[in-house]
């Protein structure tokens, strides 16, 4: 069955960097754009990046553009979010998620987040 | 910016209908923004319910529907259960190379 799986949460200092890894199992990881998603406490939902099937296109919320990067491994069937300079409105829990692409655009599977605490 | 419009509560009680609704600051949403829906419980990731305006992701009850009515998208539940008290989110595709758009979210009590 489709998995994703999210890991590389924790506390981080502000202005130091994280990555966020989500390890993909269950389908051909290679052929699906994925987007991160977060939630901060108590907030909605936030669209963060999209990177497509292949890497060669990326995409960024204002809030994170020129912080955040996002990235994918197909050999290890696996997406990264590195989290650069980071700021204490950025805790949040960081989702991955698939997209379903043309003739729909919607997230159809989500992992079950990593939480990321920005605090010195 | 766009801005995605969501109530930010709603109530139903047991057995109602009720209709929450994701609009546009400016403008009307329609069937090109591909209108999705979900649901998210606390402490718990989001789950797909209805994609493409009104189509229902697997496994999704039909009391659950969506549709655009006037210049929104809409998800009705018909027949509330109390496990539907949850966060209801809809999202907008804006277009390639644009940012994906999250409304702010619906808490949905059912009492």
């Known amino acids: 069955q489709v998995q994703l799986v999210e890991s590389g949460g924790g506390v981080v200092q502000p202005g130091r960097s994280l990555r966020l890894s989500c390890a993909a199992s269950?389908?051909?990881?290679?052929?699906?754009?994925m987007h991160w998603v977060r939630q901060a406490p108590g907030k909605g939902l936030e669209w963060v990046a999209v990177?497509?099937?292949?890497?060669?296109?990326?995409y960024y919320a204002d809030s994170v553009k020129g912080r955040f990067t996002i990235s994918r491994d197909n050999s290890k069937n696996t997406l990264y979010l590195d989290i650069n300079s980071p700021r204490a409105e950025d805790t949040a829990v960081f989702y991955c998620?698939?997209?379903?692409?043309?003739?729909?655009?919607?997230?159809?599977?989500w992992g079950q987040g990593t939480l990321v605490t920005v605090s010195s | 910016q766009t801005v995605v419009t969501q109530e930010p509560s709603f109530s139903v009680s047991p057995g109602g209908t009720v209709t929450l609704t994701c609009g546009l600051s400016?403008?009307?949403?329609?069937?090109?923004?591909?209108p999705s829906w979900y649901q998210q419980t606390p402490g718990q990731a989001p789950r797909t319910l209805i994609y493409?305006?009104?189509t229902r992701s697997s496994g999704v009850p039909d009391r659950f529907s969506g549709s655009i009515l006037g210049n929104k998208a809409a998800l009705t539940i018909t027949g509330a259960q109390a496990d539907d008290e949850s966060d209801y989110y809809c999202?907008?595709?804006?277009?390639?190379?644009?940012?994906?758009?999250f409304g702010g979210g619906t808490k949905l009590t059912v009492l």
């Open positions: 998620a698939r997209e379903r692409s043309y003739p729909t655009f919607f997230f159809d599977q």
């Open positions: 269950g389908f051909t990881f290679r052929s699906y754009a």
């Open positions: 990177i497509s099937f292949d890497g060669g296109n990326k």
């Open positions: 400016s403008g009307s949403v329609s069937t090109s923004y591909y």
């Open positions: 493409s305006t009104n």
């Open positions: 999202v907008l595709y804006m277009g390639s190379g644009k940012p994906w758009v």
